[in-house]
């Protein structure tokens, strides 16, 4: 059976690459451009470094795949290119989101977080690492952080999608 | 009967696009959040297909697919996956459970659509009567012609229309356009080598989005097989060649069910009028027919009072206009309307000839006809 080791740094990044591309093209018909790969780096024990500034209000998406192996995914997405996801999506005005409330951004970003994972995850299926997605949440705020899993790897990977930032955060628990 | 999608999705954001993809369509949309409020609304709704998530709270969307076929009342309820959930191992074994087509997201409006259309017939919504286009209206015609002349004449002859037209030289470009667009008429050349108008028409037909659209095929007015056999097809008429532009003009205006009355009634101000044009051919006379009664009716209950028959146009009267203009003025007189003539010198000539027409009068202009009844209403009793 393959292992996690197996995967090499330019295959998980490609497979983002490809899961964000194909997201944004097919329901925001905007393109993702990848601008940054930070590469693997593991948990020592101390607490995550965000991979944004955390200065803004934050909206983050987060979906996990449980199988043959393990990880979660987190999207942060800034409060305007947030209602942008969701205008776009549901066919809505900008001032038509605000007026709809966060809910409606929030289940967007949940969404959007959902095919995105399920994207990765499911190429990773193709390859011969079985596992399904976990339901979204969403965190909402600036000032928040991330507990590290022990024994995990982390990659952070930033886009650039309308001029806005999008980055996604891989936290993978490492093959027993 | 209007038919029923029902979309069990735990995404809010999901159930709208899917309710925002099927608004141009005749059918009822009904919603679940989870496995339990979909098999509640399964039985509750009998829908006719239902789209269904699987990662899902309180009932996932495998576990209620299994319940769904295990129930004899709803097992039949073809079912279309719609899920984040993808990888070829994963799709074979919900598809076993007896799944119609899987759709792994993200995904299209589109091909949801279209995927859905392959088991219920999509019927585009009309517009109510009232909304009809009219023939003031841009609408958009696609021409696949593999001769230039054909779709150069076409254009010429139709660009006094509002109807924008688009021609093309082979199936493959057709096929191309109609991907990004949507055109109200088709008119293909049945004499397209290897038989490719038939093709072309069935994958017209077989797509949602133009399976109603009216299609005709171009022909060369003696191969009379090949028209018989576009017609038994189902193509929406035949316009053989060489073109008559005004028969055809009136083909596409009424395949496309549009308003035509525009061409021939106006309200200008305080005034009703009726104008023919140059040709005044029996297709333009029984369209006139048609919409006299209820276009004079229109204007007196919107409080008009005078009327204008405009025939100066015409070049020359015959029995069926002289009917037409007789019952134009029964019409008004019928409706309390008071009305007056306006034509040339020919036709004014010509009236005096007819023992019935002898003591009609025409007004040069329309400008002088209305000025005439404005002066008749405003002079005392």
Redesign the interface.
């Known amino acids: 059976m393959p292992t996690i080791d197996s995967i090499s740094e330019d295959i998980f990044q490609e497979t983002m690459n490809r899961a964000v591309q ?2 944004f093209r ?2 925001l018909s905007s393109s993702a451009n990848l601008v940054h790969g930070s590469g693997a780096a593991s948990s020592d024990g101390a607490p995550w470094k965000h991979p944004v500034d955390l200065s803004g209000a934050q909206i983050v998406g987060t979906v996990g795949f449980i199988g043959d192996i393990s990880g979660l995914i987190y999207l942060y997405f800034s409060a305007d290119f947030s209602k942008f996801v ?1 205008s776009q ?3 809505m005005s900008l001032p038509e989101v605000e007026a709809s409330g966060d ?2 951004v929030n ?2 970003i ?2 959007i977080t ?2 995105t ?3 990765f ?2 190429q990773l ?2 390859q011969g690492f ?1 596992c ?5 949440s969403i965190l909402r705020g600036s000032n928040f952080s991330i507990e590290p899993v022990s024994g995990a790897t982390r990659r952070t990977y930033t886009f650039e999608v309308q001029g806005h930032h999008l980055v996604t955060d891989l936290l993978m628990k490492n093959s027993d | 009967m209007r038919y029923k999608v029902l979309t069990v999705d ?5 159930r ?2 899917v309710r ?1 993809a099927f608004k141009p369509y005749d059918v009822e949309i009904i919603e679940a959040a989870n496995g339990v409020e979909g098999l509640a609304m399964a039985g509750k709704e009998q829908p006719d297909v239902i789209l269904l998530d ?4 309180v009932m996932d969307g495998v576990e209620m697919l299994t319940k769904l076929k295990s129930d004899p009342e709803l097992k039949g309820i073809p079912v279309i996956m719609l ?8 799709v074979l074994k919900i598809a076993k459970i007896g799944v119609r087509d899987y759709i ?5 409006e589109e091909l949801l659509v279209e995927k859905v259309g392959r088991i219920i017939d999509l019927k585009p919504i009309t517009d109510g009567p009232t909304k009809t286009k009219s023939i003031l209206d841009p609408c958009s015609l696609l021409v696949v012609e593999d001769k230039p002349a054909i779709i150069q004449q076409i254009q010429e002859g139709l660009k006094h229309t509002p109807w924008k037209i688009h021609g093309v030289g082979a199936t493959g470009e057709a096929i191309d356009f109609l991907s990004k667009n949507t055109p109200d008429l088709i008119m293909i050349s049945l004499s397209l080598p290897e038989e490719a108008a038939f093709t072309l028409f069935r994958l017209i037909r077989a797509s949602v989005k133009t399976k109603y659209t009216p299609i005709f095929g171009l022909c060369v007015k003696t191969e009379t097989n090949t028209q018989q056999m576009a017609q038994q097809v189902g193509f929406t008429s035949i316009v053989t060649k060489p073109l008559d532009v005004p028969d055809l003009e009136a083909k596409v205006a009424k395949a496309m069910n549009l308003d035509t009355s525009r061409r021939y009634f106006a309200i200008e101000g305080e005034f009703f009028v009726m104008k023919l044009p140059e040709s005044t051919t029996t297709v333009v006379i029984n369209e006139v027919s048609n919409y006299l009664k209820p276009k004079v009716s229109e204007a007196v209950d919107s409080g008009i009072c005078k009327a204008i028959i405009d025939v100066k146009e015409v070049k020359s009267l015959n029995m069926n206009i002289i009917k037409l203009l007789f019952h134009t003025m029964q019409t008004c007189r019928e409706l309390a309307l008071q009305f007056a003539l306006v034509g040339n010198e020919t036709i004014s000539a010509e009236c005096k000839g007819f023992e019935d027409t002898r003591n009609w009068s025409f007004f040069s202009s329309v400008d002088d006809a209305k000025a005439s009844l404005t002066k008749a209403v405003a002079a005392p009793a």
């Open positions: 194909d997201v097919t329901m969701a999506m549901l066919g809910e409606v289940d967007a949940g969404e959902n095919m994972v399920g994207g995850k499911n299926c193709d079985p399904r997605l976990t339901i979204p | 735990d995404s809010k954001t999901v709208i696009i925002k699987i990662t899902m709270p899920t984040a959930e993808g990888g070829r191992d994963n792994v997201k993200p995904f299209k």
